[in-house]
Structure formats: structure tokens, C-alpha cells
């Protein structure tokens, strides 16, 4: 497959931050809390679901103290309708007992701290701290890894080596080209039937060919 040359991640770094600059996650979240939460939910479950099911979430757990005493099975209940319900429950609860053990209640804003939580790696860390702090990092999902593969920003195989492509040939100003990615990956350059029509940058493309991380 074709790299992208430098002239096509200038033309793509200008696109992306003309038409994405003031994008943000389509998570619905009032605080940190509410944020990490829905993050760790949003593993490999859409957004929209997610959305349907963090009202009630934290209506009944408005905060770690809450939910750090929370009934699994009722935790369990209330996920239901998410992709791995019984993992991200036992996880959000061992999450919540750990942010008051170790950080007195208060959601650690800072990358490395927040990856020693439960049902936290690496990509929602990530998502976090661009999402909360405006943060230079990028984060990878299944968007973002088609996204920069049919453009040819990355060859990578993995998330860690795409993650690491993106970083280096895109340098500044990640926090919007992670989301510019993911909306655009979402709405435009879908894995079947891309919106080749809507593109923004149809001249750079490279493949129509879909990957998945």
C-alpha cells in the first residue's frame, strides 16, 4: 500500500482541522466521573448505546462514593444491554474503590495514573485526557486505525504501531485529529460502503480496502 506523502498529511492535517477543530465526543457526560465511565463502556459498544444506558447509571451512582458500594448484580443489571456487561461492571466498581483509595474520590488526570485503574488501558486513557484536558495524544479505535491505514498515514499492524505512526507524522494539535478521525471514520469513511462522495480528501486516499486493528 502507498504512504502518504508530505504533501498528503498537510492536505489531510489542513482538512481535518478545518472541518473538525471544535469536535468532541458524542459520549453524553456531565463530569470526569461521568466521562471515564462512559469511555470504559464505549469498548467495543457504540456510542449511541452507551448513551441510552449511563442515565440511569448515574442517577443511582452519582459519584465513585456511590458506586464504589454498589450491588454487582445490580450494576450487572443496569449494563445489560452493553457489549461485556459483566466485565465493565466488576471493572466501573473496582475503578470507584480505587480512585478513593488511592486518590482521595478524585479522578487522576494524568495518563499514567488513570492506566492503574480497572477497565482502564491504554486507548481510554487516552480518549480521556483528550477529551477532558485537550491532551497531545491520539488514541486508536477501529475509526482511527481504518481511517489512517486507507489514507496511508500508517501500515501498521497493531494499535501500539499505528498509534506510534500518527504521533510522529502528525505531531501537533492529536486531540483533534483523534476525533477528527473517529467522526469522520463514523459518518464518511465507514468500513462497508464508504461515502467516497463526501470525502474530504479523495485524491489522497489509497484504498477503499478495510482494516481492522
Partial sequence: MKKATKADIQTIKEAFQEKYADAVTELSYKNDYELLIAIILSAQCTDKRV??????????YPSVFELADANLDDVKDLLKSCSFFNNKSKNIIKMAQSVIANYDGNIPHVQKELMKLAGVG????????IEFEGANLMA?????????HRLGLSDGKTVEQTEAHLVKKLKDD??????AMVLFGRYTCKALNPDCDNCLFPHVCKTKQSFKP
Avoid at 141 to 146: M, P
Fill in 51 to 60: 448513551n441510552i444506558i449511563t442515565p440511569a447509571l448515574f442517577e443511582k
Fill in 122 to 129: 491504554n486507548k481510554t486513557a487516552n480518549v480521556f485526557m
Fill in 140 to 148: 486508536v479505535d477501529t475509526h482511527v486505525f481504518r481511517v489512517s
Fill in 174 to 179: 492529536l486531540h483533534i485529529f483523534h476525533q
